[in-house]
């Protein structure tokens, strides 16, 4: 890494609409900063540090978005809102990111927003508790307003007077749907198609060194089910939860990818190089030479960690996907013409990526307990995962896996694996999920346990109360200390950090407050409280004196 500190400060926020090609840097899953060498921090900045109080909130179980003094929020958009005269902010937010038109101006540009998955009692009124098999009661009306509802959208979002807020109607204000046509970047059709329906399941993402932004499918297996494998290689199909096959016969082969979007006009494509498997987010970075190293994570338990090496400059399609050995701290290649055990079990390369998992354990691949997000740290580079829990193997409280690359670089074949730190009462956090490293370097992050699990005296996350915001500071008093500073609605879970620009706002979603109703009369949360009284999720601003000040670094000559 050949930047020093004042270089890695001068490239703070240059991402925007307007550029075409930029500094070598890093953007990724909520990060806005770029690697560069550790130095010693001027006794300036250290003075300055010392002013910053953080008071910890104690864990809770209301129903509302508590955060530490010296913080506040305001909803920039919520479901159900109106984006356009003809489409509006879809269901169950996650993943978001904000890309300024002009990077003089970090308060005018496009917000991105992840729609993961629907919730029918809310979108479509159909109540599956109601049935003993509830599939056979859809209709398709039902299942084209899910459809609807996941996704992503794009939104141009104005700063005034201190507030950010929707341009309603702006032209770049659109929807991407499960039921958009979205090409495969590939040569070879999957499943007789080069263009497929739609995207769900979108969790979180990145934006690109070109300035576009990333969306990964997730549990795909959900909408249109999975085709599993038997010893001899029979094919056979896994229906979903939700039933949508029953309606469009799209092939679950078309799903599990990342998705790469044109915040200018919404074109989308695929990226098979990549794999198939549930995507949690892809993490860029731009090597010297323009080509592109994506990490990306299997959310699910006993899956893998991913890395696509580019072989050409800014290709996410030419070059090799391979997948970590944390043991011995090798990334195994999944190169179907070099990986003898994969030709014994794979037609050619593409069969390889589409059913990357098995591909994953026929190499040797360790496999860890739900890597979820992945960040670059933007001082010393190391990359850091989330490990969210693996209950099957008694791990209730997950962990970040830290990844040191051989000599610091990002296309290194060899690495070392550790614990960064481990959840659990004693850190006082469980179940680390979506990460963010602010303009300061300090490390952000939320906690993703399940609605059905929290605040339950017979499960073992009833000390954290509601899933929670964290940061760990990276100097000062506090340093290396996990502090809770926003404490979600009841049911809810925080997903999707992402820092302005400038710093001075953090935006945040909140998704699916009120998951565990089962009454729509008598939901379990009212948050945001609108006149209905029903629960939605939505995209916040966290602004407020401590934000400033602890992305501060960016201010500060070293």
């Given amino acids: 890494m050949d930047y020093n500190r004042r270089k890695f400060i001068s490239f703070l926020g240059k991402a925007s609409i307007g550029i075409v090609a930029v500094p070598p840097f890093l953007v990724s899953c909520g990060n806005t900063t770029t690697p560069s060498k550790s130095e010693k921090i001027s006794d300036e900045y250290l003075a300055k540090l010392k002013e910053v109080t953080l008071k910890a909130i104690q864990p809770s179980d209301a129903d509302d978005l508590l955060l530490s003094e010296g913080l506040n929020y305001h909803t920039i958009v919520k479901w159900g809102d109106k984006i356009s005269d003809v489409d509006a902010f879809g269901f169950n937010n996650d993943f978001t990111c904000f890309l300024p038109f002009d990077e003089k101006n970090p308060k005018d540009g496009l917000l991105w927003v992840n729609h993961e998955y629907v919730n029918p009692l809310f979108v479509s009124d159909f109540n599956h508790r109601e049935f003993e098999n509830p599939i056979a009661h859809r209709t398709k009306e039902q299942v084209d307003k899910e459809m609807y509802n996941v996704g992503g959208s794009i939104v141009r979002i104005k700063e005034v007077d201190g507030k950010w807020e929707i341009v309603k109607n702006d032209p770049h204000n659109r929807r991407i749907t499960a039921q958009t046509p979205i090409k495969l970047n590939w040569d070879t059709p999957i499943k007789g198609a080069s263009t497929v329906i739609g995207t769900n399941s979108n969790c979180s993402g990145g934006i690109t060194p070109w300035n576009t932004f990333i969306t990964c499918e997730e549990n795909y297996d959900g909408f249109f089910g999975e085709t599993e494998y038997d010893e001899n290689n029979k094919a056979t199909h896994r229906p979903s939860r939700s039933g949508w096959e029953n309606f469009y016969e799209y092939p679950p082969e078309h799903y599990g990818w990342v998705v790469e979007v044109n915040p200018k006009d919404g074109t989308a494509q695929k990226h098979v190089a990549l794999g198939r498997f549930a995507h949690e987010c892809c993490t860029l970075y731009e090597l010297k030479d323009k080509r ?82 992945i960040e670059i740290d933007p001082v010393t580079g190391n990359i850091f995962v989330t490990l969210t829990n693996n209950k099957d193997k008694g791990d209730y409280h997950g962990s970040i896996l830290k990844i040191e690359e051989t000599e610091g670089a990002f296309d290194a074949l060899t690495f070392k694996a550790s614990t960064y730190i481990a959840g659990g009462e004693e850190n006082g956090f469980s179940c680390p999920d ?8 300090n490390l952000w992050m939320t906690s993703d346990m399940s609605g ?15 899933n929670s915001l964290f940061v760990i500071p990276r100097s000062g008093k506090d340093a290396g200390k996990v502090i809770r500073v926003a404490s979600a609605p009841k049911d809810a879970e925080l997903t999707g950090p992402w820092f302005s620009p400038d710093g001075k706002t953090l935006f945040l979603s909140v998704q699916h407050p009120g998951e565990q109703t089962e009454d729509i009369k008598n939901p379990t949360s009212k948050w ?28 500060i000559e070293v």
Avoid: C
Wanted: aromatic share 8%; net charge negative.
């Fill in 292 to 373: 592109v190293v994506a990490y990306t994570g299997d959310d699910k338990n006993s899956e893998h960690l991913y890395k696509f090496i580019s072989s050409k400059p800014g290709s996410l399609k030419e070059g090799t996907l391979y997948v970590a050995d944390t043991v011995n701290g090798k990334w195994l290649s999944l190169d179907w013409e070099t990986q003898a055990v994969l030709k014994e079990k794979f037609k050619n390369q593409t069969e390889v990526l589409v059913r990357a998992r098995e591909a994953a354990k026929l190499v040797g691949a360790t496999e860890l307990n739900r890597p979820e997000d």
């Fill in 434 to 441: 979506n990460l963010a490293f602010d303009l300061s370097g």
């Fill in 452 to 466: 059905s699990s929290m605040n339950r005296e017979d499960k073992p996350y009833m000390p954290f109360k509601n």
């Fill in 528 to 555: 945001p409280f609108d006149a209905d009284n029903i629960p939605k999720s939505a995209v916040v601003a966290i602004k407020g004196d401590l934000i400033e000040k602890m992305n501060r670094l960016n201010e």
